[in-house]
């Protein structure tokens, strides 16, 4: 029998798919790159990714696990002869204690479902990328998303307890768990981020956070996009920690307004989105230092969103930026990296410089509290040659925020896309140390290969000089 006859002998024909239009559906995630996989199968269980896993092994076949395909980063595209491991039909809440504050949840449950079940408990799932509608927890958890709200509450690893995870060769494992600080590694916190490269996740206890007494939203818009990044480098200098920090540059508050009408202001160079959680006192004095730290820098005009709807107007403005932009071009580049917030300034003007000089078009709108930039370029993809040349851009930004002192990724994660530029900012010991982490969980190097660590990251992979 083959790998095929194997699986649908495991999972029936119509959990096993293999006809080219299948495979087509799967070749992408929402980044650039793209990679049919040999076989698409979608398990319901975890004894069933288990098998899957073994059957895979059997065969000597790479295996990729992939949630609702809204990464970034290429993370969830196959390499050739790969078995695609879908993960959205393990989309059950198992168990919610309210009192212990924990649900217990399947990979494929789409963030924002946890939360919507929540409702009426006074709890919600805290990590909310702005694809919260549609990516899923396993995802989440395999990427380390983060969101807005991150800023104050962390990104997903500090909201997964525990991960129940299939491992290389089959086996099946429970890292971390409700107790705090359990004893041993912690091999919770090292699945979290590891991209699909060290196992499947296929449970996860996350923790529940409760709903803010009080919630104070603030649109600050400003004539000069610098008097912007100024202002948020300044509110955290100042020691607050707002719930959330957002930033956004005219081109963008221009196609949002035009897409949802959120009631920004499309006369602004640069708009930021503060959001400040907590008792009533608390928020109030936390809203006035952010309000004079902006007038402070030139800010316009500062306005308090009124009441639950006008909140939700502007966070839907927000979170729908990259739905804007379609109007703009049929495709849009999405890149991540970060920066020291004291160097937005000057940092923000090189990317600006760089898309000049590239003739592309360029919006920024990113998480200003975390130096977590998003410079998004639109563009048509049909013009021969055009993603190489936003691709390139886009390779020359994340390399001036290195420079600057920042890093690949804020939250995309390193995929395809970053891989081979892991070198920037890790030494060849540091890859080694990471790929001998690799190498402990999968020594056939069967977990999503050629994902994150370089070709060739184990020193003794290199030849000697
Ligand atoms: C419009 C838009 C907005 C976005 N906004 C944000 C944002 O604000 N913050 C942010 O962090 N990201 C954001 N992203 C990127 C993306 O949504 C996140 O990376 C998300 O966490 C990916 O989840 P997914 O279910 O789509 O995973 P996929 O894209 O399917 O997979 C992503 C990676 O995780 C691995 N993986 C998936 N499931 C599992 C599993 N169960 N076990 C092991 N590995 C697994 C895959 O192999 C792959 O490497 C955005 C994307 C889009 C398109």
């Known amino acids: 029998m083959d790998a095929t006859a194997r699986l649908i002998e495991l999972l029936g024909v119509d959990r096993v798919r293999t006809e080219p239009i299948d495979r087509m559906v799967y070749a992408k995630d929402s980044g650039v790159t793209a990679g049919e996989p040999a076989i698409v199968v979608l398990p319901e269980t975890t004894a069933e990714v288990a098998a899957v896993v073994r059957i895979a092994a059997a065969f000597d076949m790479p295996i990729v696990a992939r949630g609702a395909g809204t990464g970034l980063a290429g993370g969830a595209v196959a390499c050739p002869g790969a078995l695609l491991v879908v993960l959205t039909r393990m989309n059950q809440i198992v168990m919610v204690d309210e009192v212990g504050r924990t649900a217990l949840v399947g990979p494929g449950l789409i963030n924002l479902d946890l939360s919507h079940a929540l409702v009426g408990r006074n709890l919600h799932f805290a990590p909310d990328p702005s694809s919260q509608q549609a990516s899923t927890i396993g995802g989440n958890a395999a990427t380390n998303a983060g969101g807005p709200h991150c800023l104050a509450e962390g990104s997903t690893v500090a909201h997964v307890l525990g991960v129940e995870v299939v491992s290389a060769d089959g086996e099946i494992l429970m890292l971390g768990g409700a107790a705090p600080d359990p004893p041993g590694y912690d091999l919770r916190g090292l699945m979290v981020g590891s991209e699909g490269t060290l196992g499947i996740v296929t449970q996860l206890l996350v923790r529940l956070t409760e709903n803010p007494p009080q919630t104070v939203t603030m649109l600050i818009a400003f004539d000069d996009i610098n008097d912007a990044a100024r202002t948020g480098s300044d509110i955290i200098g100042a020691g607050l920690v707002p719930a959330a920090l957002e930033m956004m540059d005219h081109e963008m508050i221009v196609a949002i307004e035009n897409f949802v009408s959120a009631g920004l202001p499309v006369e602004a160079d640069a708009v930021l989105l503060a959001e400040v959680v907590g008792h009533a006192d608390g928020v109030a004095e936390e809203a006035g230092v ?10 316009t005009d500062v306005r ?26 049929p495709d849009y580049y999405l890149n991540d990296t970060v920066v020291p917030r004291t160097r937005f300034v000057d940092v923000l003007g090189e990317i600006y410089a760089i898309a000049d000089r590239y003739g592309i ?29 936003v691709v390139e851009a886009a390779h020359e930004m994340v ?24 070198d920037q900012v890790f030494t060849d010991v540091d890859l080694d140390a990471q790929a001998r982490i690799s190498q402990a969980f999968d020594p056939a190097r069967r977990m999503n290969p050629g994902k994150v660590l370089p070709d060739g990251a184990r020193c003794f992979d290199r030849p000697s000089s």
């Open 290 to 299: 952010i309000r004079s730290i902006a007038v402070r820098n030139r800010a």
């Open 304 to 329: 308090v969103a009124s009441d639950e709807d006008e909140r939700a107007l502007l966070w839907k403005g927000r979170k729908s930026a990259f739905g804007a932009i379609a109007q703009a071009a």
């Open 361 to 389: 078009r360029l919006m920024n709108v990113f998480h200003a509290g975390d130096g977590n930039l998003h410079p998004l370029v639109s563009y048509d993809a049909s013009q021969p040659g055009m993603t190489d040349i």
């Open 399 to 422: 390399c001036v925020a290195v420079a600057a002192g920042g890093t690949l990724s804020g939250e995309h994660g390193i995929g395809l896309e970053k891989r081979d530029l892991m």
